[in-house]
């Protein structure tokens, strides 16, 4: 039996649209399975011993982070036995520990704001990415705008904000004081709760974070708070190259 | 039939399709942030940046001990810990910014269009190398110190303006200071980029002198 030339076109034209799909599933199958091997050789031939390194030195400062907090409440312990000895030391004591409230190195509880800062959620285009994400310098900028509202102590997921913190960036991480965070973020600041509020609702300020968390759905949000805790600075002072004069 | 077998494997076929271009385009726009997605580079920067910490912290806490162990001897010995306190309190107004202080570090002249937002980035940049203590001309930064800008181009320090061209000086380790400043990359490389105009240059300074701040935490 052999077929008329209308059937034969009719067989070729179903063969090309089942090939132009095939080819094009072939090569998105190899994209996405050279993507994945790619990452995954990367994975296996660097970054495994450095990862390893970095986790080990991230939980070795946390040990260090305790030893140094025991041996300061120690020295605070003998301090304080050696004021009951003598006025003089009595009274350098309370200006130690009124200087240590004011550097950052004690607890603070009050009243103030919290501001939550975090990725996009959701899918959001390739090219704009990048505007979709936190970066280590909104957060410097939410801590500028916080102390220009009139905080008194900031802490960024528990981490306090002293005078030698910095927020790092090093890749998608970013590092306060030492501790590697990653997004959400929670910004506790305690301050006078409504110069605070006036302070990130003024709409000349914190522009660029508001436009992204109105386009490209950046999380942003700022809210009363009661009750806040926030943590004493635990690294170290460093204080080296610096003399009082 | 024929006709009909057709159509179903098109239609298979194409869902498939559909289904890898979503998941093609998905793992396009999912950011991720896990650590180990990052790159050896990327991992080798924050090793070094934990190792300097970590070090810091050794360093302090082997201090720490030698004062504690003098302090309670010098209690046992009846003569009162008066030296530890006073030693303790010189080092927390350094650290607060409440006293003047000296010392070696670099200084970061700008010269040029800046604004409030790079001087806040190159504070945190600075404190990030070491910084001990910062000073903008003459108004030295301290731990609540907040950056602003005035409608005729000067800029803010605790609402103090200041005006350019801007000298920002760090005590600290120079060197260190001075590689994390300058390295290819860096803040100070990024700012010839998007500042055209603007001067910047680092120096290592033997001494410097900063004031303290102008007006004391309360």
Request: glycine fraction near 8%; hydrophobic fraction near 40%.
């Amino acid at each position: 039996m052999t077929a008329t030339p209308a059937a034969d076109r009719t067989r070729l034209a179903h063969s090309l649209v089942l090939l132009i799909p095939a080819v094009l599933f072939g090569l998105l199958v190899s994209i996405q399975w050279r993507t994945q091997s790619e990452r995954n050789e990367l994975t296996v031939r660097y970054n495994t011993p450095l990862l390893d390194a970095a986790k080990a030195l991230q939980n070795e400062q946390s040990s260090l982070k305790v030893q140094l907090a025991d041996l300061r409440a120690e020295l605070d312990r003998i301090q304080a036995s050696a004021s009951t000895q003598s006025g003089a030391a009595k009274d350098l004591q309370v200006r130690i520990d009124d200087l240590k409230t004011l550097a950052g190195l004690n607890e603070r509880t009050g009243d103030g704001v919290t501001i939550t800062l975090d990725d996009a959620r959701g899918s959001v285009a390739a090219k704009d990415i990048e505007k979709s994400i936190c970066h280590n310098t909104d957060l410097t900028d939410i801590v500028n705008q916080a102390w220009r509202g009139g905080a008194e102590a900031i802490a960024i997921n528990g981490e306090r904000i002293v005078g030698s913190s910095s927020i790092y960036c090093v890749g998608s991480t970013i590092m306060v004081n030492g501790t590697l965070m990653s997004p959400p973020f929670s910004v506790a600041v305690i301050g006078p709760q409504n110069e605070l509020l006036a302070s990130f609702d003024d709409p000349t300020q914190l522009k660029d974070i508001k436009q992204r968390r109105d386009v490209y759905g950046l999380g942003f949000r700022v809210s009363r708070a009661s009750g806040l805790r926030v943590p004493p600075y635990r690294g170290a002072l460093n204080v080296r190259y610096a003399t009082p004069r | 039939m024929r006709s009909n077998a057709g159509v179903i494997a098109v239609t298979v076929v194409a869902l498939f399709l559909g289904v890898l271009v979503v998941t093609q385009i998905q793992a396009q726009d999912v950011y991720s942030r896990s650590l180990q997605l990052e790159t050896p580079v990327s991992l080798t920067t924050l090793i070094a940046n934990l190792s300097e910490r970590n070090n810091a912290i050794k360093e302090e806490i082997l201090d720490l001990r030698h004062r504690t162990d003098t302090a309670r001897e010098a209690i046992a010995s009846g003569k009162g810990s008066l030296t530890e306190g006073e030693r303790q309190l010189g080092q927390l107004r350094v650290f607060a910014g409440m006293s003047a202080v000296s010392g070696a570090g670099i200084t970061v002249r700008v010269d040029g269009a800046f604004d409030e937002r790079a001087l806040s980035d190159l504070v945190n940049e600075l404190r990030n190398a070491g910084a001990e203590a910062i000073a903008i001309n003459t108004a030295r930064v301290g731990p609540r110190t907040h950056f602003g800008a005035t409608t005729d181009h000067a800029l803010t320090v605790d609402t103090v303006a200041v005006r350019g061209p801007w000298q920002v000086r760090a005590v600290g380790s120079p060197e260190v200071m001075y590689v994390a400043m300058t390295r290819t990359g860096g803040i100070i490389g990024q700012f010839q980029l998007i500042y055209k105009g603007t001067r910047f240059d680092v120096s290592k300074e033997s001494v410097l002198d900063l004031p303290a701040l102008a007006t004391p935490l309360r």
